[in-house]
């Protein structure tokens, strides 16, 4: 179901209006320029979506605001259980996996973010979140297995040693 004119126009209009606000907004929330456009688009996304209720609301502009918390609510938590998910894999020694408050006052997002672009980083992810196996990562590399295994195992000890 597409949206009609009018209601392509009005969406338009408080995009136009209402983007640079509630990107301002995000960055504030997000820590970052990338993240922030992420969550602004996805809310004008959700928005396009739900014409209707968007267009109907007596305050369309709050309703977009509404939905960019969430959004940023959201994408928050997705974050958060990311960072578990990368800590988890990297079997942290004893004394520091089970100090919730350790890793809690780490600032995770910044560590990670400095190595969003990293081969380490990226590595691990396909190894620990993407529950790939390091056969499958090496082929994909093109790497031997032995080569591909010691990779992850530097991987591990620089990200690591840089959490620490």
């Keep these: 179901m597409g949206l009609s004119n009018n209601q392509r126009d009005d969406i338009e209009k408080l995009y136009q209006e ?3 606000p509630m990107l301002v907004y995000a960055q504030n929330a997000l820590n970052g320029q990338a993240l922030a ?3 602004v688009q996805d809310t004008f996304r959700i928005a ?3 014409a209707e209720n968007l267009l109907s609301s007596p305050n369309p502009k709050g309703w977009l605001l509404n939905t960019l918390k969430y959004v940023i609510r959201n994408s928050i938590r997705s974050r958060a ?3 578990r998910l990368v800590i988890a894999s990297l079997d942290f020694d004893e004394n520091i996996s089970h100090e919730k408050e350790y890793i809690d006052d780490l600032k995770i997002d910044l560590l990670f973010s400095d190595l969003a672009d990293d081969e380490d980083y990226k590595l691990i992810k396909k190894i ?4 790939c196996t390091i056969l499958e990562v ?3 590399l093109g790497i031997s297995l032995e080569a ?3 990779r992850v195992q530097r991987a591990k000890k620089r990200l690591k040693k840089r959490i620490q």
Aim: glycine share 0%; net charge negative.
């Design 18 to 20: 209402m983007f640079h």
């Design 37 to 39: 456009e992420e969550a």
């Design 48 to 50: 396009c979506a739900k």
């Design 81 to 83: 259980n990311l960072n």
């Design 128 to 131: 620990a979140l993407d529950k």
């Design 138 to 140: 090496a082929e994909e």
């Design 148 to 150: 591909c295994h010691k």
